[in-house]
């Protein structure tokens, strides 16, 4: 069975910010291009700049240089089919596959702020595991 979904976290600095879910992680098997909709955006380095979003009114963090793969921003919703393959933001874990990203829409504001309020250039390492214990790999 393949997995449908991935669940991660974002760790600004040393603290958690908040969980993460995203469509699953591709397997050896599968080609290594991230497909929107269907797959989480592979481990790597991205450089995160806040951009105004038409679809969503508002500014945004988004991850740029996902090969082949045009905008990913962090942005709440409750399910993975929520995710269109961007980052969904929440706090607490539900069912499997779901997070409470959809009554956290303050989560996406804080990001911004955080980020227009340091100056950048901005980083997000994506890895496939992480321990939150030893913050290693």
């Not at 991230?34 to 988004?62: L, R």
């Not at 740029?64 to 929440?90: I, Q, W």
């Not at 996406?108 to 309020?117: M, S, Y």
Request: proline share 3%; aromatic share 6%.
């Amino acid at each position: 069975i393949l997995p449908t979904h991935t669940e991660g976290v974002l760790i600004i600095g040393d603290r958690l910010f908040c969980l993460l879910l995203e469509d699953h992680v591709r397997t050896l098997l599968e080609a290594a291009d991230k497909v929107k909709g269907y797959t989480a955006i592979p481990a790597g380095t991205y450089q995160v700049v806040v951009e105004h979003s038409a679809k969503f009114g508002k500014d945004m963090a988004e991850i740029k240089g996902v090969e082949n793969f045009g905008e990913a921003k962090y942005h709440c919703g409750n399910t993975v089919r929520d995710s269109l393959g961007c980052p969904l933001m929440g706090k607490m874990r539900g069912l499997e596959g779901t997070i409470s990203g959809g009554v956290m829409a303050k989560l996406t504001e804080k990001l911004v702020e955080l980020l227009k309020a340091n100056r950048g250039p901005h980083w997000v390492q994506i890895v496939e595991r992480f321990s939150l214990n030893t913050g290693r790999n």
